[in-house]
């Protein structure tokens, strides 16, 4: 009964390059939620999807970031030319679902630490 | 809007006293609320959570929190710390279950 898993757990990047990080829900969640923690800064919501969907990405960069969950495989976020600012761990969680008030709590991957050189 | 603030980045406890972790909410209708704990280097593990049922709530390890209306706060507390608790926390809102908002956290260090 796998947890949610998240690779690559470490990633180093040059300024410029691409970072992908990937994300396989819990089996049976088919809600995937994407944060960034930053030192000293707790965890910051980027995008919330469901299957095939982007229910909510407010918190998403408009430029640089995107993230998808196709209907087979995992979910990826996607940052293009990445900088230094983009140093940070990635965490991954998944719910089974969210609807009105019956909401269940999440459930975390053990993150993709990503370094820009 | 909801958010979720987390008074004092800090907490030092000496070993066996009393753990008291502080978080205030604001949200326009009453929410769902969780405490998560991250180990050094993992990802967060949920301690307990209240939806609207008993306004004290019991989680793992021997945590509980106590939802209070009037005060908006939903403060973590564990009556004796041991070395093994020493890590991040973090308070959590939501309201639909579409939004999850997370405090900045709190770093608890447990002195022998």
């Known amino acids: 009964n796998a947890g949610v898993m998240q690779n690559p757990r470490h990633l180093v990047r040059r300024r410029g390059q691409e970072a992908r990080l990937r994300c396989s829900p819990m089996?049976?969640?088919?809600?995937v939620y994407w944060y960034r923690q930053l030192p000293e800064e707790g965890l910051k919501f980027m995008v919330y999807?469901?299957?095939?969907?982007?229910?909510?990405e407010s918190g998403m960069p408009k430029e640089r970031f995107s993230a998808e969950f196709p209907k087979e495989g995992p979910s990826i976020l996607r940052i293009q030319q990445v900088v230094r600012g983009d140093s940070a761990a990635y965490f991954c969680?998944?719910?089974?679902?969210?609807?009105?008030?019956?909401?269940?709590?999440?459930?975390f991957g053990e993150g993709s630490r990503l370094t820009v050189l | 809007a909801q958010s979720v603030t987390q008074l004092g980045s800090h907490v030092s406890v000496s070993e066996g006293a009393l753990v008291l972790l502080r978080c205030n909410y604001s949200?326009?209708?009453?929410?769902?609320l969780f405490w998560y704990v991250q180990y050094p280097n993992q990802g967060l593990q949920l301690l307990l959570k209240?939806?609207?049922?008993?306004?004290l709530v019991k989680g793992i390890n021997g945590f509980e929190a106590e939802f209070k209306k009037s005060e908006t706060s939903f403060h973590l507390t564990k009556p004796s710390a041991h070395m093994s608790d020493a890590a991040e926390y973090f308070c959590?809102?939501?309201?639909?279950?579409?939004?999850?908002?997370f405090g900045t956290g709190t770093s608890l260090t447990v002195i022998p």
């Open positions: 949200s326009s209708v009453p929410p769902y």
């Open positions: 209240y939806t609207s049922a008993a306004t």
């Open positions: 959590a809102v939501s309201h639909t279950g579409n939004q999850f908002y």
């Open positions: 999807l469901q299957k095939e969907n982007i229910i909510d």
């Open positions: 969680a998944s719910s089974p679902r969210a609807s009105g008030r019956s909401t269940g709590e999440l459930f």
């Open positions: 089996k049976g969640h088919s809600h």
